[in-house]
């Protein structure tokens, strides 16, 4: 709910008589120089590529524990958040080129309807209550969590600039100590802290996108097992995650909405509504993902892949595939890598961000405010309640051959 009200705040000032001074005061040069390819830090660059790193450290810590002890943790339960993911970044990325590739300079925007914002997604679910069952939540938590991954995985792969070998190297046995702390079984988080500013820098320096070194450290912090069980107090993953999770919750995910998400919308036509950017961008969030992701799991039940969500409906599922195309923080992150030193491209993003990110809620709220429940609903709730209460997770949230199992 915070996130949101950053948006819409942003939204508010960036189109009232505060407008100029909102961008004015977003890149206002701070300095240092700390690249010479970024130039003199900005408050938008010291926000998206220094406080942003803090954010992927928190993603990578997560992803890390529901690898190794979470709802990741099995090949079993990952296969179908790794299927609906991936086909989730596939169908927006082709719906997108379909539109707006042909364009000179947009290809690069490829990605930017790949995302799915799991603080927005997550924030909606939440407002239906007990009316969306725990197997739809923990879906949608998996395969954001696949998704965020994969998101990973492009920045650091197809918004790299110009490699500095130096300044990679340097990363690279930054990295290495970490990782040797770890071996030698060093559990102080200063120690690691310290070598994650370092390893910022050097990322920074090496032209890989910076917050890069925030998914990085994650994978060097050790980590002890608790299974089903609460998180242990001497596991420094755990200790960190908890330290972190209400600074980026609270403060560095509402102020990048607010610094990213105001859009001047004086003067916008239709014209410029339905650009090939903004309606690519758009049409990738609410189409692409509705299909991708709702058609491959219809598609891994019908073959026997995996099985179905238990106590959802069919149409419920839809209306989740529907909330994976809200794209608005990692959209917002990647459109304003896509087109660096391109004012213009980046605000046609956002609209087409906010416009696809907004259709696709409204959409999935109402889609699953309406669907009937499942027959079995409250009976399969009882038990979802009963398995957290014993063991802090539920095991297995899918339907096979008729049974529930746990």
């Known amino acids: 709910m915070l996130l949101i ?109 790949a995302a799915t914002d799991i603080a927005f997604a997550i924030g909606v ?55 040797a702390l770890g071996r030698f079984g060093v559990k102080s988080l200063p120690a690691y802290l310290l070598l994650f500013v370092l390893l910022w820098y050097a990322m920074l320096l090496s032209g890989v996108h910076a917050t890069i070194a925030g ?70 969030l609410f189409l692409g993902k509705q299909i991708g992701i709702f058609g491959s799991v219809w598609l891994s039940v019908k073959w026997g892949i995996a099985g179905k969500l238990r106590g959802a409906t069919w149409l419920q599922v839809y209306g989740v595939s529907l909330l994976c195309g809200i794209g608005f923080t990692m959209s917002l992150f990647i459109g304003s890598l896509a087109f660096p030193g391109d004012p213009r491209l980046i605000e046609e993003a956002k609209i087409g961000i906010l416009t696809g990110s907004l259709v696709a809620a409204l959409a999935g709220y109402a889609v699953l405010r309406l669907a009937p429940l499942h027959p079995r609903h409250d009976a399969v709730e009882a038990a979802s309640d009963r398995e957290i209460a014993a063991d802090g997770d539920v095991g297995d949230t899918c339907e096979a051959e008729g049974h529930m199992t746990a």
Do not use: C
């Open 5 to 113: 009200a950053a948006a819409a705040l942003a939204m508010i000032v960036a189109n009232s008589m505060l407008g100029e001074s909102y961008h004015d005061a977003i890149h206002a040069v701070t300095g240092p120089v700390l690249s010479d390819k970024l130039g003199p830090m900005t408050v938008h660059l010291w926000i998206n590529d220094g406080l942003m790193a803090i954010f992927f450290l928190l993603v990578g810590l997560e992803i890390k524990r529901e690898f190794v002890d979470g709802r990741l943790a099995s090949w079993d339960r990952r296969r179908l958040p790794f299927i609906a993911a991936a086909a989730g970044m596939a169908a927006p990325a082709l719906i997108y080129m379909a539109l707006a590739g042909g364009t000179p300079g947009l290809a690069r925007g490829w990605a930017i309807p």
């Open 125 to 179: 679910l939440a407002l239906l209550g007990k009316r969306a069952p725990t197997s739809l939540k923990l879906f949608l938590v998996t395969v954001a969590i696949v998704d965020d991954m994969g998101a990973v995985a492009i920045i650091a792969l197809f918004y790299t600039a110009e490699i500095d070998l130096v300044a990679l190297a340097a990363a690279a046995a930054v990295l290495g100590a970490m990782f």
């Open 215 to 284: 998914v990085l450290t994650a994978m060097a912090i050790p980590f002890e097992r608790t299974p089903g069980a609460p998180d242990s107090a001497t596991s420094p993953l755990h200790r960190l995650e908890h330290a972190l999770h209400p600074w980026v919750a609270f403060a560095i995910v509402p102020l990048f909405g607010f610094a990213n998400a105001g859009v001047d919308l004086s003067g916008l036509t239709a014209e410029q509504l339905f650009a090939p950017l903004p309606l690519g961008i758009a049409a990738g």
